[in-house]
């Protein structure tokens, strides 16, 4: 571990001072939430934070309010678990619904989180596929959630509404990506040694399984042109692939 003058330390405990702290509802009787949260993710847009506050709860947040509340009040900020009542949104509409605290009660234990929104010039890279189930706008926002019984499921963070339901994996899923592209093209990572490709404009539809981990996979991320996925696992490597 490199070492400082105690200038340079207190320079650096200085510039990463803690701006708060989010609390999980920890009464005995609530078997939803209260216990080890796993994943924590921004929005692109920086709209929403998002955290697994254990179990099978994920608490949305609007993060510019939040911010604000740790500078009014201080640095901790209780999460209450009941969840807030959206107004009905369609997929299609142009408008975005103002931020609200709200939470998604995902069914089983959530081990990972990612945010993906769309870019309209981006068409699904299913070529032969004319028709649709979804169609996702410029201004919706998705978040994909990646559960303890190796489904994941996404939702639509303005309405709460759960739009897919992808089941393939066989084990936890332990990671989940984005494409930076826009794309809505999504990765997963899984202790069952793979990682799978999804492309939601194409209703969700698994593109590929990328196989090469002999153990557990535990990350995965994109490069910036969305060319190259990197991966790592319980093997001390890191196993890079090309999705173009």
Not at 18 to 46: H, I, M, Q
Request: aromatic share 8%; proline share 5%.
């Amino acid at each position: 571990m490199a070492s400082f003058p105690p200038s340079v330390n207190e320079k650096l405990i200085a510039r990463s001072r803690t701006v708060g702290e989010l609390l999980a509802p920890t009464s005995p009787f609530d078997k939803k939430c209260g216990r080890e949260n796993w994943t924590v993710a921004f929005a692109p847009d920086g709209s929403y934070l998002a955290w697994s506050q254990g179990h099978r709860i994920v608490k949305l947040v609007p993060w510019a309010q939040c911010l604000n509340n740790f500078l009014l009040h201080g640095t901790k900020n209780g999460a209450n678990a009941a969840g807030t009542r959206l107004p009905r949104q369609s997929s299609e509409g142009s408008q975005k619904s103002k931020p609200c605290e709200h939470v998604i009660d995902c069914g089983d234990i959530v081990w990972s989180l990612a945010f993906g929104s769309s870019v309209p010039e981006k068409q699904s890279r299913c070529v032969n596929i004319e028709w649709h189930r979804f169609k996702f706008g410029q201004d919706q926002l998705l978040l994909a959630t990646g559960l303890n019984n190796g489904r994941i499921k996404i939702w639509d963070v303005y309405t709460g509404k759960l739009l897919l339901n992808l089941m393939d994996h066989t084990e936890v899923v332990r990671d989940l990506t984005f494409a930076p592209d826009g794309s809505l093209i999504l990765v997963s990572a899984s202790r069952d040694k793979t990682l799978r490709v999804w492309d939601l404009k194409d209703d969700g539809n698994m593109m590929k399984v990328l196989r090469g981990h002999p153990n557990w996979v535990y990350g995965c991320a994109f490069s910036p042109d969305s060319s190259i996925l990197c991966s790592v696992g319980a093997s001390k490597a890191v196993v890079a692939a090309i999705l173009v």
